[in-house]
């Protein structure tokens, strides 16, 4: 298994360096960043200072050097650049010291915040979002989904396939739209709820943030939408071919009661489908809804990514595409492994 294990996380390492290479010579290249940075005034001095600063002055496949040697966990790094970097982690060595540090992704050009800093206060309104999401398909698919196998050809899984290929094709900026118009405008005084909010409300006099989870409700609900009808889908069809196996007919022979053998045998021999779309869907959640963020003012990566956009602010749109990418590489990593507890078969 461990051998299974180092294979998965080689190939994603090969994943993420592809990732780097494409993100750093696709938005490298826009735009004047010493311009973006000092903005329309100031003089050619000032300039030539912070292009020598973000190493625009060196040749471009040195600047990639530079740029892989800052996002990379393991790299080199001098005195002086671990203090004005501010570089956190493991240093051995003297002048030059080998480093085992938080990637660093530079600095925003617009709030010359460290982009890390950035994301990480988005990143727990992005990671509430996804798994509230995530819960409700979770919740909702699966049982949705073994109940249609089960029941196959009535109502029930009539309703469960006509219902999924609903959700399957409304794209999610379109719910978005929908659900927000009528839960959180024309159904407000009903619901409590609004069209935007955040995970935190913030007092106006003390400028203390408190909790509140009621503006989670209607984006969660909009996420959940497509994974639920997909997993509801890859339930139905796995139980299908499950039930139709010699060894589920063995265990009524062996007198086992219905529940017993759909839930304990037959359920867990069809997760693996449901497990990839599980894996799947929710790291695309974490890399960002930026489409339903941005509807419903959710604090997220997928808004902050957006914003960034719009103002030009390229680490922080890179920052973010290495983060998501690291997000899918990871959880196809736990999935594998999953893969490999449910089903041993997969490990050889």
């Known amino acids: 298994m461990l051998q299974f294990i180092l294979k998965k996380t080689g190939y994603g390492i090969l994943v993420m360096a592809g990732v780097v290479m494409l993100v750093f010579f696709l938005f490298q290249g826009f735009g004047d960043p010493s311009r973006l940075v000092m903005g329309q005034t100031g003089d050619k001095k000032t300039q030539e200072n912070i292009r020598k ?4 002055d060196q040749p471009r496949w040195k600047q990639f050097l530079l740029y892989v040697n800052d996002v990379s966990p393991i790299a080199l790094h001098s005195r002086e650049e671990i203090r004005t970097k501010k570089l956190k982690g493991i240093f051995i060595g003297g002048e030059k010291k080998l480093a085992l540090k938080l990637p660093y992704l530079r600095r925003s050009y617009q709030t010359k915040r460290e982009v890390g800093a950035v994301l990480m206060e988005a990143l727990p309104g992005t990671l509430m979002l996804a798994v509230a999401a995530m819960a409700l398909a979770i919740a909702v ?3 949705l989904g073994v109940a249609a196998a089960v029941r196959q050809n009535s109502w029930l899984d009539t309703s469960a396939i006509f219902s999924s290929i609903i959700g399957i094709s409304a794209p999610s900026f ?3 739209i929908v659900i927000a118009y009528v839960f959180g405008f024309v159904l407000t005084s009903y619901t409590g709820l609004h069209i935007t909010g955040n995970w935190f409300d913030i007092d106006a006099v003390t400028g203390k943030r408190t909790l509140s989870l009621k503006n989670i409700i209607l984006p969660a609900i909009t996420l959940g939408i ?3 009808a997909i997993i509801t889908q890859l339930t139905r069809s796995a139980m299908l071919d499950v039930l139709d196996q010699d060894y589920i007919r063995t265990a009524y022979a062996k007198g086992l009661s219905k529940r017993v053998v759909v839930w304990k045998h037959g359920l867990k021999n069809a997760l693996n489908p449901v497990i990839t779309a599980v894996t799947g869907w929710f790291a ?5 809804a930026f489409f339903v963020e941005y509807i419903f003012g959710w ?4 808004k902050v990514t957006v914003d960034a956009l719009e103002k030009l602010d390229y680490p922080v749109v890179m920052g973010s595409v290495l983060i998501s990418a690291a997000f899918f590489v990871v959880m196809n990593i736990i999935a594998d492994i999953l893969y490999g507890v449910f089903d041993p078969r997969v490990r050889v």
Do not use: K, V
């Open 299 to 302: 604090q997220g990566i997928g």
């Open 53 to 56: 600063e973000l190493y625009l």
């Open 226 to 228: 497509r994974p639920l």
């Open 174 to 176: 379109f719910m978005g």
């Open 141 to 143: 698919g699966i049982p």
């Open 284 to 288: 695309e959640l974490l890399a960002g």
